[in-house]
């Protein structure tokens, strides 16, 4: 079965820093696709970047990136330079195969301090 | 921009009661999703709506149904609520296809079920 593992419940990063929330799949197809969402504590899901799993280039979106890896099944998004208003839950979901739906991980909070 | 629009932003039921949650969408999309999102689960899927008066369960349709009889409104309902149906409930539209079309979001409904 299609699965999405985030193994980092919680992460720390000062202003200004780099972070890395790491995404782990396990699929079987070889055509699918991966998104990033962002949940501030308001609740409204943010969506930020997708990665098709055919694409040679890793996705890029101003601040983001997404470092795919396909061998290693990773899809890991990167911040850079992060912001306060970055703090917020972090959500990799994958579409499944043959439908329009998405399988989503468990979250990543992320807390940017000052 | 798309706009996903769930009828209420906080909710409080009673055990027993029969509860509708709705949800509008502005953009000809013909997929909709109802989730429910619990600390620790991450999102997961209830029923989902890829065309007017069909349905699909998703992962936990146990305790809930859908109706969809306009392209733009998917409602879901709890049929008896019980106090195990509190949760956050998201809303979500998506263009049917292959391809990065990310799936957008309501602010989400929180339930209470006292």
């Known amino acids: 079965a299609q699965k999405i593992t985030q193994t980092q419940p919680g992460m720390f990063v000062q202003e200004k820093e780099a972070v890395t929330l790491d995404c782990t799949y396990d699929t079987s197809d070889q055509s699918y696709g991966l998104f990033w969402y962002k949940q501030p504590s308001s609740g409204e899901m943010i969506f930020l970047i997708y990665?098709?799993?055919?694409?040679?280039q890793n996705a890029t979106e101003g601040r983001y990136s997404l470092n795919f890896q396909k061998a290693r099944k990773s899809a890991n998004l990167v911040i850079s330079a992060s912001q306060l208003g970055d703090s917020a839950m972090y959500f990799c979901a994958m579409r499944e195969r043959g439908t329009d739906k998405l399988i989503f991980g468990t979250g990543t909070r992320l807390q940017v301090f000052p | 921009d798309v706009k996903v629009t769930q009828s209420s932003r906080y909710l409080v039921k009673r055990t027993g009661e029969k509860v509708f949650l709705e949800c509008v969408q502005d953009?000809?999309?013909?997929?909709m999703f109802w989730y429910r999102q619990d600390p620790g689960l991450g999102l997961r899927l209830i029923y989902f709506s890829y065309d007017v008066k069909m349905k699909e369960k998703g992962d936990i349709p146990e305790g809930y149904s859908v109706s969809r009889e306009k392209k733009e409104r998917f409602s879901l309902i709890l049929e008896s609520a019980s106090t195990n149906q509190t949760s956050m409930y998201l809303c979500a539209s998506s263009p049917r296809g292959p391809g990065g079309q990310p799936q957008h979001f309501g602010d989400g409904t929180r339930l209470s079920i006292l």
């Open positions: 953009m000809d999309h013909e997929n």
């Open positions: 990665q098709g799993s055919y694409d040679e």
